[in-house]
């Protein structure tokens, strides 16, 4: 009778990534960031302009394009900011 045990690994859905070697749990991307692409080991930020305001997202064009009245001046923004007084 064979004992060996069947090793099953399974790669982390879109939205989602694992950075770490054995048994881990697939991790959301966070906000700000997305993953297309299954099996990754971390997410993409959202070009600087957009916000991702909630997590798992797994499409950049899920990246919202930031309002008037608001900023966006980094890669990975998980919400806009006030433009400054005198903007």
Do not use: F
Not at 20 to 38: D, F, I, P, R, V
Request: net charge positive.
């Amino acid at each position: 009778m064979d004992h060996t045990a069947a090793v099953v690994c399974n790669k982390c859905k879109k939205g989602s990534y694992s950075d770490a070697t054995g048994k881990t749990k697939c991790k959301l991307c966070e906000k700000g960031t997305y993953q297309e692409k299954s099996g990754q080991t971390s997410c993409d930020k959202c070009p600087i302009g957009t916000y991702m305001p909630s997590k798992g997202s797994d499409e950049e064009k899920d990246c919202i394009k930031c309002p008037k009245g608001n900023k966006c001046t980094s890669k990975g923004s998980p919400e806009p900011t006030d433009c400054d007084k005198g903007t």
